[in-house]
């Protein structure tokens, strides 16, 4: 008796394990379905091309009667000025599957900072007056990118994406101080490199015209300066960097255009 019992109890409990494993099994992992959608923002073959710009223009000094302003440059006085900065940037591009593109972009920048007049109070012994001073840098770079596409809620108009971005390029800039007739200042040679993190907002206004906005929030820099000062002094600087912020001087508006090509240009010809 104590035998067939203990023969049935082996049993239900070898059924009950079986099934639980079953049950394991069939259980799916959670999935947000992002890498399920199946939604075609922009088409595998398509060409894209276009330019982005950013500009901006701050003017110093025309609020000294502001209490904010008044806190926030408390050690700043009589300062008035002016900075400008300006950026182009051509790109092309071709995606290779859908929703996902590789190319090339070229930028220009430039930014210009004119102090007319600085007085810098660290205490009643201790104060620094600068007038005249200028700075000006200007730079040329090359990109490679790899962009991916995530429309919203299987959207084919509106879409976030996200661009992977490799640079490299050349600049110059220069920091002086007119005192009469004479200038003195520094010259200084730029090599940089970037891998760097751009994601962006993009909307179609028609089939083939979009306009997007981007920023850049994460970077890994390398940065090589030769100098001279006055052109006698000679120096050289390396540094390298990694941040994960918000770049406000990296905001751009950009408008861009996809020509479908192959079996989707046919198919639209056709309609």
């Given at each position: 008796?104590?035998?067939i019992f203990?023969?049935i109890l082996?049993?239900a409990?070898?059924?009950?394990?079986?099934?639980?494993?079953?049950?394991k099994?069939?259980?799916?992992p959670f999935d947000?379905?992002i890498s399920?959608?199946?939604?075609?923002?922009?088409?595998?073959?398509t060409v894209g091309?276009?330019?982005s710009?950013?500009?901006?223009?701050?003017?110093i000094?025309?609020?000294?009667n502001?209490?904010?302003y008044?806190?926030?440059?408390?050690?700043?006085q009589?300062?008035?000025?002016?900075?400008?900065?300006?950026?182009?940037?051509?790109y092309?591009s071709y995606?290779?599957?859908?929703?996902?593109?590789?190319?090339a972009?070229?930028?220009?920048?430039?930014?210009?900072?004119?102090?007319g007049?600085l007085?810098?109070?660290?205490g009643?012994?201790m104060s620094?007056?600068?007038?005249?001073?200028?700075?000006f840098?200007q730079?040329y770079?090359?990109s490679v990118?790899?962009?991916?596409?995530?429309p919203?809620?299987?959207?084919?108009?509106?879409?976030?994406?996200?661009?992977?971005?490799?640079t490299?390029?050349?600049g110059?800039?220069e920091?002086?101080?007119?005192?009469?007739q004479d200038?003195?200042?520094?010259?200084?040679?730029?090599?940089q490199?970037?891998?760097?993190?751009?994601?962006?907002?993009?909307?179609?206004i028609t089939?083939e015209?979009?306009?997007?906005?981007?920023?850049?929030?994460?970077?890994?820099?390398?940065?090589?300066v030769?100098?001279t000062?006055?052109?006698?002094?000679?120096s050289?600087?390396?540094?390298?960097?990694?941040?994960?912020r918000?770049?406000?001087?990296?905001?751009?508006?950009?408008?861009?255009f996809?020509?479908p090509?192959?079996?989707n240009?046919?198919?639209?010809?056709?309609k």
């Amino acid at each position: 008796m104590n035998k067939i019992f203990t023969t049935i109890l082996l049993a239900a409990l070898a059924l009950d394990v079986s099934a639980a494993s079953k049950e394991k099994e069939q259980k799916e992992p959670f999935d947000r379905g992002i890498s399920r959608e199946k939604t075609v923002f922009i088409p595998k073959g398509t060409v894209g091309a276009g330019v982005s710009f950013s500009y901006n223009n701050y003017s110093i000094g025309n609020a000294a009667n502001d209490a904010g302003y008044s806190m926030l440059f408390s050690l700043l006085q009589d300062m008035h000025g002016n900075m400008v900065s300006f950026g182009v940037a051509p790109y092309a591009s071709y995606f290779f599957t859908d929703n996902i593109a590789v190319g090339a972009r070229f930028d220009y920048d430039r930014s210009s900072l004119g102090l007319g007049n600085l007085n810098i109070a660290l205490g009643d012994a201790m104060s620094l007056s600068l007038n005249n001073f200028n700075y000006f840098k200007q730079s040329y770079t090359g990109s490679v990118f790899l962009r991916n596409y995530v429309p919203f809620a299987n959207s084919k108009r509106f879409a976030l994406f996200t661009e992977l971005r490799a640079t490299g390029g050349y600049g110059q800039s220069e920091t002086y101080k007119i005192d009469g007739q004479d200038k003195f200042g520094t010259y200084q040679d730029i090599y940089q490199f970037e891998l760097g993190l751009v994601p962006g907002v993009t909307a179609f206004i028609t089939n083939e015209v979009a306009v997007e906005v981007s920023v850049g929030v994460l970077g890994f820099n390398y940065q090589k300066v030769v100098q001279t000062t006055n052109q006698v002094e000679r120096s050289e600087m390396e540094n390298s960097s990694a941040n994960f912020r918000i770049n406000l001087f990296s905001i751009a508006l950009g408008i861009s255009f996809y020509i479908p090509t192959g079996d989707n240009r046919t198919r639209n010809s056709s309609k």
